[in-house]
């Protein structure tokens, strides 16, 4: 018998816009299972005046735009470094 429950991991991240400020919490998901080839990531609510600039499966790689027209990635790749060890 397989049990394949695929459970979507949910939490809120604080987006920070580097060029006007502007900033707020999105909601966002993944699942988090190894035998998957990418994480399904998906953000479910942005702050205000954040916008979807590019849909990804990975935080790195998916892309927020800001009303003042910056572009740049859900979670930096600083970050992501920041929390491996
Ligand atoms: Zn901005």
Do not use: W, Y
Not at 11 to 32: T, W
Not at 34 to 40: A, E, L, V, W
Not at 60 to 84: D, V, W, Y
């Amino acid at each position: 018998m397989e049990l394949s429950m695929a459970i979507r991991d949910r939490f809120s991240k604080k987006l920070n816009c580097p060029q006007c400020g502007n900033a707020g919490f999105a909601e966002a998901s993944e699942i988090d299972d190894p035998r998957r080839k990418h994480p399904d990531f998906n953000v479910d609510q942005l702050p205000r005046g954040f916008a979807v600039q590019r849909a990804a499966n990975h935080q790195e790689s998916f892309m927020i735009k800001c009303e003042c027209g910056r572009k740049f990635p859900f979670r930096s790749l600083a970050e992501t470094a920041a929390e491996r060890r």
